[in-house]
């Protein structure tokens, strides 16, 4: 099984990656956000304790503000999250993607003037 999408390149998933964590930072930063209050979904366990792994490692053990977890968690969100983003779901999570999404959209609330969000990035 292949995580994320498929690149023709090499080198191109991870540029991918480091692609997903500007656009997050960037975005919280745009919408005024605690980043801890947002949740990043990668596409399997993996993917995200690899990123998890690199990214902490990168900020000399701080890593990064946001949460990172799995889109194939027993539970992926929480209801803490105020923003989640599933970052490139790849075929055998889309399923899970149209589950979570139901679920998150029935239990939406308003945190401070914000809705709960969820942002799916299409390959």
């Given amino acids: 099984m292949h995580a994320g999408p498929i690149f023709p ?3 191109d998933q991870e540029r991918f990656w480091k692609m997903t964590r500007r656009f997050v930072e960037n975005l919280g930063s745009a919408l005024g956000m605690d980043p801890s ?3 990043v ?4 366990a993996g993917v995200a304790a690899m990123l998890s792994y690199q990214w902490k490692k ?3 053990g701080g890593g990064v503000g946001f949460k990172i977890n799995s ?7 929480s ?5 989640v983003i599933v ?7 889309a399923e899970e993607c149209i589950r979570l999404v139901r679920s998150v ?4 609330r308003v945190v401070e003037g914000r809705g709960a969000a969820v942002l799916v990035g299409e390959q």
């Fill in 9 to 11: 390149n090499r080198g």
């Fill in 87 to 93: 970052a490139c779901p790849d075929p055998f999570g």
């Fill in 105 to 108: 959209g029935e239990q939406v």
């Fill in 41 to 44: 979904l990668y596409p399997d």
């Fill in 79 to 83: 209801k803490d999250d105020e923003l």
């Fill in 71 to 77: 889109l194939m968690d027993r539970l992926p969100v």
């Fill in 37 to 39: 209050k947002i949740n």
């Fill in 58 to 60: 990168e900020e000399e």
